[in-house]
């Protein structure tokens, strides 16, 4: 299977019965498969969501909007990063998280302020500031192993509902 290794011994002996040296080599299958597609949630939005953002459903779990990615641990602890493409409203932001020496970091290095991951469950939350009435939140997450393998993504989209009455007359 992929990590494993297989190694080969061979001598040679001739006509005359004289045996060679022995001699050997060694392959390890390649890690060719990518994790799982990463599951995303818009807290706020509910599991399964409608969608749609109230008010209340924004200030039901404090400020903002709450996000989560579940993750593969096991191939997060091993090495490679998960990659977030959030837009919020007009604006887009990519981040990409590591793990080192179980800190959760940016891809420069940096601790990954605001990002908070629990090891056990493959757990990666966050807030977003909610997006203005009609606009709408998606994030999009891909998970790369250590051998360079991508998941295909997993998104979450949700549009803040206008709950505010016209000018009067």
């Known amino acids: 299977g992929e990590g494993q290794s297989i190694t080969v011994t061979a001598t040679q002996t001739d006509a005359a019965n004289n045996t060679s040296a ?23 939005d509910g599991n399964p969501g409608d969608g749609l953002l109230t008010q209340g459903e924004i200030d039901g779990n404090g400020a903002g909007v709450q996000l989560t990615v579940s993750i593969d641990a096991e191939d997060f602890s091993a090495g490679g ?14 981040v990409e998280l590591k793990l080192v020496n179980g800190a959760l970091q940016f891809a420069d290095g940096t601790p990954a302020t605001g990002y908070s991951y629990n090891a056990t469950t493959g757990v990666i939350s966050w807030t977003e500031t909610a997006p203005g009435e009609g606009q709408s939140i998606t994030v999009t997450a891909t998970q790369t192993d ?4 991508t998941s295909g993504p997993g998104s979450d989209t949700a549009t803040v509902a ?8």
């Open 22 to 44: 022995q001699g050997s080599d060694t392959a390890t299958v390649a890690d060719e498969t990518a994790p799982n597609a990463p599951t995303v949630l818009i807290v706020d």
């Open 81 to 94: 990063h998960v990659n977030l493409t959030i837009v919020n409203g007009t604006a887009t932001s990519n």
């Open 146 to 149: 250590a051998a360079n393998n």
């Open 162 to 169: 206008d709950e505010t009455a016209p000018n009067a007359p």
